[in-house]
């Protein structure tokens, strides 16, 4: 008689939390128990403190200085460091989030083949995918939780609205997060790594980062508005300014979508490539 292996899809759903758990338990282990992963976490870390930091000093003291001190954007009017600062944690969010998602899955399926030892076992495709974006998000928004911190003690956030900034974070890792999974199936090799460098660079210069977008061109402003990271930026910018208006569910909205929509690519590229 013949036996059918199945890809998971019908896997009982109460089995499908354990199964997470037990993709995400060598990654907690090598992080917080081996040494080197303690090392190589514990200088994160301290990037982490350390980039708010100099962001705030080089933007508030350097670019600050240079620019027009009161800026107006969607009605509300702010001193530039207010306006740019929820931006550089949006970039933040997008940069760690792209980054630890798109290497490290890379590293870990490509060149280490973890999920694919994992697949013989009952565990899902599923299940795989979304063990490792929740640890993806899990770290970066312990970093982002930090730069978050640093607004708030430098008076640019109040407690509250920074709390609802650090969810935001949360969601904005999870959106970028999942994109970063399906991006790294689509990588031949190492020096595929320069594209999507290339794509961030081009969504931090071009997403309202540093002036509102109202200040484009039209059809840039198009551009500008239809990119993930002007969706995140206006969405931490308006938690900051205490601006909870319809729009932000626009630009939740958006983001939220971004992660299904990346969950469902990721999981049926690393499905076909497992099972090929």
């Given at each position: 008689?013949?036996?059918?292996?199945?890809?998971?899809?019908?896997?009982?759903?109460?089995?499908?939390?354990?199964?997470?758990?037990?993709?995400?338990?060598?990654?907690?282990?090598f992080t917080f128990k081996h040494r080197r992963g303690v090392t190589l976490f514990s200088a994160i870390w301290l990037s982490a403190v350390l980039e708010p930091v100099l962001y705030l000093l080089a933007l508030g003291l350097g670019v600050g200085?240079?620019?027009?001190?009161?800026?107006?954007?969607?009605?509300?009017?702010?001193?530039?460091?207010?306006?740019?600062?929820?931006?550089?944690?949006?970039?933040?969010?997008?940069?760690?989030?792209?980054?630890?998602?798109?290497?490290?899955?890379?590293?870990?399926?490509?060149?280490?083949?973890?999920?694919?030892?994992?697949?013989?076992?009952?565990?899902?495709?599923?299940?795989?995918?979304?063990?490792?974006?929740?640890?993806?998000?899990?770290?970066?928004?312990?970093?982002?939780?930090?730069?978050?911190?640093?607004?708030?003690?430098?008076?640019?956030?109040?407690?509250?609205?920074?709390?609802?900034?650090?969810?935001?974070?949360?969601?904005?890792?999870?959106?970028?997060?999942?994109?970063?999974?399906?991006?790294?199936?689509?990588?031949?090799?190492?020096?595929?790594?320069?594209i999507v460098t290339v794509g961030q660079t081009v969504l931090f210069l071009f997403s309202g980062t540093f002036f509102p977008v109202s200040q484009?061109?039209?059809?840039?402003?198009?551009?500008?508005?239809?990119?993930?990271?002007?969706?995140?930026?206006?969405?931490?910018?308006?938690?900051?300014?205490?601006?909870?208006?319809?729009?932000?569910?626009?630009?939740?909205?958006?983001?939220?979508?971004?992660?299904?929509?990346?969950?469902?690519?990721?999981?049926?590229?690393?499905?076909?490539?497992?099972?090929?």
């Open positions: 008689m013949a036996t059918v292996v199945s890809t998971g899809s019908a896997a009982p759903d109460r089995a499908f939390p354990v199964h997470v758990l037990t993709v995400l338990e060598p990654m907690f282990v200085s240079l620019v027009n001190r009161r800026i107006t954007t969607d009605g509300q009017t702010m001193n530039y460091l207010h306006f740019v600062s929820p931006a550089m944690l949006a970039v933040s969010c997008m940069s760690g989030a792209i980054s630890a998602s798109v290497f490290s899955f890379y590293t870990r399926h490509k060149q280490h083949g973890m999920f694919r030892m994992i697949s013989t076992t009952s565990i899902t495709t599923r299940e795989i995918v979304v063990g490792d974006w929740l640890w993806e998000i899990l770290r970066v928004s312990m970093l982002s939780g930090i730069f978050v911190i640093v607004l708030a003690l430098a008076g640019l956030v109040g407690i509250g609205n920074a709390v609802v900034a650090f969810a935001a974070t949360v969601l904005i890792n999870a959106a970028f997060s999942a994109v970063g999974i399906g991006l790294a199936m689509l990588l031949r090799g190492w020096q595929d790594f320069d484009y061109p039209s059809w840039a402003q198009v551009f500008a508005e239809l990119t993930p990271l002007y969706h995140a930026i206006e969405l931490l910018r308006g938690i900051t300014v205490g601006d909870y208006g319809t729009g932000m569910l626009v630009h939740a909205g958006y983001l939220v979508l971004m992660t299904a929509a990346g969950l469902v690519f990721a999981t049926r590229r690393v499905d076909a490539d497992l099972h090929a």
